[in-house]
T-cell receptor, first 114, second 112 residues
Framework: SAVISQKPSRDICQRGTSLTIQCQVDSQVTMMFWYRQQPGQSLTLIATANQGSEATYESGFVIDKFPISRPNLTFSTLTVSNLSPEDSSIYLC???????????FGQGTRLTVV | DAKTTQPNSMESNEEEPVHLPCNHSTISGTDYIHWYRQLPSQGPEYVIHGLTSNVNNRMASLAIAEDRKSSTLILHRATLRDAAVYYCILRPFNFGNEKLTFGTGTRLTIIP
């Protein structure tokens, strides 16, 4: 199993600013994923964060808006840049353990942009 | 990615069995069927997965049709804590393709 600590749990930010979300895992994992969940909606994958290489972004998401770092096998950050009210969502970190099939999720970061 | 179709919502009485259906008519031979659920204000959690045979674990059972074009998640005795959105997801068994693509899911309401 894997335990994920995601910080902050929530934040209220001014438009035009940025928010960096941290994801810490209690074990080494190969792949880390960042999702967005807009109000009342399902989860949408933003990108896959690979250690030692550039993140792989899904269609509709770009590095300039959602820069990701993955400095080691237990930690990643997602930055949501140049915030607008449309970025108000829950952002979730997810991992799959080495050799595992089950995905684990953080509790999420609830972002409100005002 | 192959798509899944689930009812938007279902209701069930507490302490009764619940059968949550999922259609996946375009499933490929290497797709595993995964189920996750998302309790209110929490991230999704793994429930169960299978390939061809029916599967049981402490949380639920997964019944897979012989042609694999549909499956059913079975909660044997629903409790109020089972109220959640349940997602049926197809995931290819390819190393390097572990991402999960979420559909709209089924919102399960448990009636006391």
């Amino acid at each position: 199993s894997a335990v994920i600590s995601q910080k902050p749990s929530r934040d209220i930010c001014q438009r035009g600013t940025s928010l960096t979300i941290q994801c810490q895992v209690d074990s080494q994992v190969t792949m880390m994923f960042w999702y967005r969940q807009q109000p009342g909606q399902s989860l949408t994958l933003i990108a896959t964060a690979n250690q030692g290489s550039e993140a792989t972004y899904e269609s509709g998401f770009v590095i300039d808006k959602f820069p990701i770092s993955r400095p080691n096998l237990t930690f990643s950050t997602l930055t949501v840049s140049n915030l607008s009210p449309e970025d108000s969502s829950i952002y979730l970190c997810s991992v799959i353990s080495l050799g595992g099939t089950e995905a684990f999720f953080g509790q999420g970061t609830r972002l409100t942009v005002v | 990615d192959a798509k899944t179709t689930q009812p938007n919502s279902m209701e069930s009485n507490e302490e009764e069995p619940v059968h949550l259906p999922c259609n996946h008519s375009t499933i490929s031979g290497t797709d595993y069927i995964h189920w996750y659920r998302q309790l209110p204000s929490q991230g999704p959690e793994y429930v169960i997965h299978g390939l061809t045979s029916n599967v049981n674990n402490r949380m639920a059972s997964l019944a897979i049709a012989e042609d694999r074009k549909s499956s059913t998640l079975i909660l044997h005795r629903a409790t109020l804590r089972d109220a959640a959105v349940y997602y049926c997801i197809l995931r290819p068994f390819n190393f390097g393709n572990e991402k999960l693509t979420f559909g709209t899911g089924t919102r399960l309401t448990i009636i006391p």
